[in-house]
């Protein structure tokens, strides 16, 4: 048995230097190109945006309410609303003192002898509270009157609180998480439609400018093809990173982090992976049908199908959000290429059977290996064709 020499192990290595050498040139001309440098940087900000709009908004919600009390109930209702917390509280002797209060703008609103007074119509919530506040301070005085002690009104004022039994464990506040899964979607469709549009492009653009011809005399037609993919995909992930980067950084600067979903950490590693599965199957396929024609303006309508494809995708994935138990659903989320978005999408708002998920992966790494396969060999046969539109069935027979 002879030993492999350096000579024999050559052809593997110029191989996947060809690779990386077609990557590294993507990344390169795209990646550090000014129009992806100024849309990276305007997402990021919006993503920052995003992150900090709960806290801009309700920047107002921590200060105290200005609460003025007069009458017999003011001692009980100022103890209910210190129960309650988030009210600064100032007792009146009168009525009246209390009504001024408001006046002047020195509370908020008052209540006194079961009037409330306040400037303009007071917030629902606020009104909501002032009323349980008032009607358990009516109770805590009556019984007062009545004789009980203070541990007998306190027994009386403090009822058992309701048990709370969850049915289906492990499942989070379903508005949240119905957001989260809106946002691994809207994630996922762009992070696929970007670089499958690029890709393609890309490919029409080295077959018009004939500079195709000279990279294919020192490199095969699938180093390209899979450089084109590994690069772009590079730069998509990158991106993805940086837009999940700042969102979690201003999320925790802001305090908003403690509020997400339990899952979502485990939920944004799960779509990385679904993503470059993705990636392979249209990115591919993107290529291969990119070589079909010679000039950029028909590169719309090979891409057609695919951007249906995306699109109808990510239709079921918002159709998922609302009804991820049902059939339809179910079956979206496990047949390719719609399971690409869907079902990161159905695992982040509902708890998906293990078989389901394992089934889903595996016909779509199935799929994506097809359409490696497929858009391998249109890119093969197709990438020197100069002239009108080549057909998929022409194409397919066309010498490699």
Same mark, same amino acid.
């Given at each position: 048995?002879?030993a ?8 593997? @290595?110029?191989?996947?230097r060809g690779l ?5 040139r993507?990344?390169?001309?795209r ?10 940087i305007?997402?990021?900000v919006i993503?920052g945006?995003?992150a900090?709009?709960?806290?801009i908004?309700?920047?107002?919600d ?7 009390l007069?009458?017999?109930n003011a001692?009980?209702?100022?103890s209910?609303l ?10 009146y002797?009168s009525a009246g003192e209390?009504e001024?209060a ?7 609103t ?11 119509n ?12 008032w009607?358990?301070?009516?109770v805590?005085?009556?019984l007062?009157?009545?004789?009980l ?6 027994t009386?004022? @403090?009822?058992?609180p #309701?048990?709370t039994?969850t ?8 508005v949240?998480?119905?957001f ?5 979607s809207?994630?996922?469709f762009?992070?696929l ?5 690029y890709?393609?492009m ?9 500079i195709?011809?000279?990279?294919l005399t020192?490199l ?5 093809l ?13 991106n993805?990173?940086a837009?999940?980067a700042?969102g979690?950084?201003?999320s925790?600067?802001t305090g908003?982090l403690?509020?997400l979903?339990?899952g979502t950490?485990?939920a944004?590693v799960?779509t990385?992976g679904?993503w470059?599965?993705a ?5 591919t396929?993107?290529?291969g049908?990119g070589?079909?024609?010679s000039?950029?303006?028909e590169?719309?309508s090979?891409?057609t199908p ?9 239709i079921?994935?918002?159709f998922?959000?609302n ?5 339809f659903a179910?079956?979206l989320?496990?047949?390719?290429p719609?399971?690409a978005i869907t ?6 708002i509902?708890?998906?059977p293990?078989?389901?998920?394992? #089934? ?5 790494v ?26 998929l069935?022409?194409a ?5």
């Amino acid at each position: 048995m002879s030993a492999q020499t350096p000579e024999t192990r050559a052809p593997e @290595t110029s191989r996947m230097r060809g690779l990386m050498l077609v990557a590294g040139r993507e990344i390169r001309v795209r990646g550090l190109s000014k129009a992806n440098l100024v849309s990276l940087i305007v997402t990021v900000v919006i993503v920052g945006v995003l992150a900090a709009l709960p806290t801009i908004l309700g920047g107002g919600d921590d200060e105290a309410e200005k609460i003025g009390l007069a009458g017999t109930n003011a001692t009980a209702m100022e103890s209910q609303l210190n129960a309650m917390g988030g009210f600064d509280i100032t007792m009146y002797d009168s009525a009246g003192e209390a009504e001024q209060a408001v006046e002047d703008g020195t509370v908020d609103t008052a209540v006194a002898d079961g009037t409330l007074y306040s400037e303009e119509n007071p917030d629902q919530g606020l009104q909501t509270q002032l009323e349980a506040a008032w009607q358990a301070a009516t109770v805590q005085t009556n019984l007062a009157e009545a004789g009980l002690s203070d541990a007998e009104i306190a027994t009386a004022l @403090t009822p058992q609180p #309701l048990e709370t039994v969850t049915l289906a464990e492990g499942e989070s506040d379903p508005v949240t998480s119905y957001f989260t899964g809106l946002v691994i979607s809207i994630i996922m469709f762009m992070m696929l439609m970007t670089p499958v549009q690029y890709i393609a492009m890309g490919v029409v653009e080295e077959k018009s400018s004939r500079i195709v011809e000279i990279l294919l005399t020192s490199l095969k037609p699938w180093q390209l093809l899979g450089g084109k993919v590994i690069g772009l995909g590079v730069i998509s992930l990158v991106n993805l990173v940086a837009m999940v980067a700042v969102g979690l950084g201003v999320s925790a600067a802001t305090g908003v982090l403690a509020d997400l979903p339990p899952g979502t950490a485990s939920a944004a590693v799960s779509t990385i992976g679904w993503w470059l599965i993705a990636l392979v199957l249209f990115g591919t396929l993107a290529g291969g049908v990119g070589s079909l024609v010679s000039r950029q303006e028909e590169s719309g309508s090979v891409l057609t199908p695919l951007i249906m494809s995306l699109t109808l995708s990510y239709i079921g994935a918002i159709f998922t959000l609302n009804a991820p138990t049902s059939t339809f659903a179910q079956v979206l989320s496990i047949v390719p290429p719609f399971s690409a978005i869907t079902m990161p999408t159905r695992m982040a708002i509902a708890t998906v059977p293990t078989w389901e998920i394992l #089934l889903s992966i595996g016909l779509l790494v199935l799929a994506a290996a097809g359409a490696l396969a497929l858009g391998a060999q249109l890119y093969k046969r197709s990438v020197l064709y100069t002239g009108s539109r080549l057909k998929l069935t022409e194409a397919l027979r066309r010498a490699a």
